[in-house]
T-cell receptor
Framework: GAVVSQHPSRVICKSGTSVKIECRSL??????MFWYRQFPKQSLMLMAT?????????EQGVEKDKFLINHASLTLSTLTVTSAHPEDSSFYIC???????????FGPGTRLTVT | GQNIDQPTEMTATEGAIVQINCTYQ??????LFWYQQHAGEAPTFLSY????GLEEKGRFSSFLSRSKGYSYLLLKELQMKDSASYLC??????????FGAGTTVTVRA
């Protein structure tokens, strides 16, 4: 099946710094990628939809200036958490939609800890 | 928006069958997915239903009734490794997935 990678898998950063998370579709082209956040023992919450070559669409309550999304190519989307705070500590997961199939494929996730 | 309900927890014995129900109310429907998620890992795809009826894949089956806004995931011949969280997710016309809170299944020997 299709593979989606994320990098890094874990990151610890200090409060006030910025962190970039990469999401890549390895064997298919993804015009649309999705970014989710998951807090402990909670379900996945969609943060934004990333479309190649255009601006991301953010869900209600998600600050677009804090969570910068760039989808510069058909295989790469990045999420940058700017001026991170401890409450941004979470599990961030991306998924990519394969136009040739009905599935969304999830990346392995990135565990962000802000100290 | 989407409103997706599923039980919080279920416990079953190794070798048994467990059925996880999911009800949903949606503003648009373009398929229902079931995912398995182990702690600290990303979800893995289990099944997809877009038409009414039963889809069978090995030990796992999923059923959908669009008129009732209802789905279930059936896990047969339970194994210890099936202990995980099972997520019901509904996709809308924009291909966005909305997830239920997840059902934690514990398999006991």
């Amino acid at each position: 099946g299709a593979v989606v990678s994320q990098h890094p898998s874990r990151v610890i950063c200090k409060s006030g710094t910025s962190v970039k998370i990469e999401c890549r579709s390895l064997d298919f082209q993804a015009t649309t990628m999705f970014w989710y956040r998951q807090f402990p023992k909670q379900s996945l919450m969609l943060m934004a939809t990333s479309n190649e070559g255009s601006k991301a669409t953010y869900e209600q309550g998600v600050e677009k200036d804090k969570f910068l999304i760039n989808h510069a190519s058909l295989t790469l989307s990045t999420l940058t958490v700017t001026s991170a705070h401890p409450e941004d500590s979470s599990f961030y997961i991306c998924s990519a939609r394969d136009l040739a199939a009905y599935e969304q494929y999830f990346g392995p996730g990135t565990r962000l800890t802000v100290t | 928006g989407q409103n997706i309900d599923q039980p919080t927890e279920m416990t079953a014995t190794e070798g048994a069958i467990v059925q996880i129900n999911c009800t949903y109310q949606t503003s648009g429907f373009n398929g229902l997915f079931w995912y398995q998620q182990h702690a600290g890992e990303a979800p893995t795809f289990l099944s997809y239903n877009v038409l009414d009826g039963l889809e069978e894949k090995g030990r796992f089956s999923s059923f959908l009734s669009r008129s009732k806004g209802y789905s279930y995931l059936l896990l047969k011949e339970l194994q210890m490794k099936d202990s995980a969280s099972y997520l019901c997710a509904v996709r809308d016309g924009d291909y966005k997935l909305s997830f239920g809170a997840g059902t934690t299944v514990t398999v006991r020997a």
